[in-house]
């Protein structure tokens, strides 16, 4: 008996007090009824994302994930999605990365965001001083 799946989710970079929308994965078993698996998330890090602010959305094999920064927080957490059939699970990660400006930092992670394109569902522009 295969173990559960799960879609990839990517890395993000967010700005200082900026939340991410819901993301959408999808999840699946080969066995199990996509309706009767279970989908967990922890961080790595509660200062920077605490459990309790994530949310996971969707039912059967869409499924969804977003999350809110603790306020003020700058720094990076790594988000551990879980899927559990409840014999094997499978684990997929990604990480959140928030600054006051993020353009250094997510260059530095490999990150990119483009102005005025959606990112996560929200437009991102540059402010005066050019940095995202």
């Known amino acids: 008996m295969a173990a559960p799946t799960i879609s990839a989710l990517a890395d993000v970079a967010l700005l200082l007090n900026e939340a991410l929308t819901a993301?959408?994965?999808?999840?699946?078993?080969?066995?199990t009824a996509v309706g009767d698996l279970t989908v967990t998330a922890v961080s790595s890090n509660q200062a920077v994302v605490a459990d309790g602010d994530i949310t996971l959305g969707g039912a059967?094999?869409?499924?969804?994930?977003a999350l809110t920064p603790v306020a003020d927080a700058e720094g990076?957490?790594?988000?551990?999605?879980?899927v559990d059939d409840g014999t094997a699970t499978?684990?997929?990660?990604?990480?959140?990365?928030?600054?006051?400006?993020?353009?250094?930092?997510?260059?530095?992670n490999g990150l990119v965001r483009i102005e005025g394109q959606p990112v996560n569902g929200a437009a991102v522009s540059k402010n005066d001083d050019n940095d995202l």
């Open 23 to 31: 993301t959408a994965f999808t999840v699946g078993d080969d066995v």
């Open 90 to 108: 499978t684990d997929e990660t990604f990480v959140v990365t928030v600054a006051e400006r993020i353009a250094a930092k997510a260059a530095a």
């Open 76 to 82: 990076t957490a790594t988000i551990t999605v879980t």
């Open 60 to 65: 059967d094999a869409a499924r969804t994930i």
